[in-house]
Nanobody, 127 residues
Framework: VQLQESGPGLVKPSQTLSLTCAVSGDSITTNYYHWAWIRQPPGKGLEWMGDIAYSGSTFYSPSLGSRISISRDIANNMMYLQMNSLKPEDTAVYYC????????????????????WGQGTQVTVSS
């Protein structure tokens, strides 16, 4: 599986961020795969933001609440992240990632659960 993120790079505070993850090598509907957005602020650790499962079900980090939305385009094999009300502390490298997780394994909510990663895209929130 190969993943490639793309996005605006620089966003102003209070605006909405939109990121795209292009997936190749496998379908985003392949059974038991989870497709996540993970970020890493400067000098900090990796933070799982949320994911969309092969079924289309979505799971979000409670810390981000209703600020984020993850969706997908099955026809084009792409995944999207939207995050509103951006703040300077949202400045980070944003990654899309994928992993296989059978039903009994639960939802993979840690960055270490994911074994396929994109190269990441820098997002800076600044006026």
């Amino acid at each position: 599986v190969q993943l490639q993120e793309s996005g605006p790079g620089l966003v102003k505070p209070s605006q909405t961020l939109s990121l795209t993850c292009a997936v190749s090598g496998d379908s985003i509907t392949t059974n038991y795969y989870h497709w996540a957005w993970i970020r890493q602020p400067p000098g900090k650790g990796l933070e799982w933001m949320g994911d969309i499962a092969y079924s289309g079900s979505t799971f979000y980090s409670p810390s981000l609440g209703s600020r984020i939305s993850i969706s997908r385009d099955i026809a084009n094999n792409m995944m999207y992240l939207q995050m509103n009300s951006l703040k300077p502390e949202d400045t980070a490298v944003y990654y899309c990632a994928a992993t296989y997780r059978p039903l009994w394994g639960g939802v993979p909510t840690t960055a270490s659960s994911y074994d396929n990663w994109g190269q990441g895209t820098q997002v800076t929130v600044s006026s």
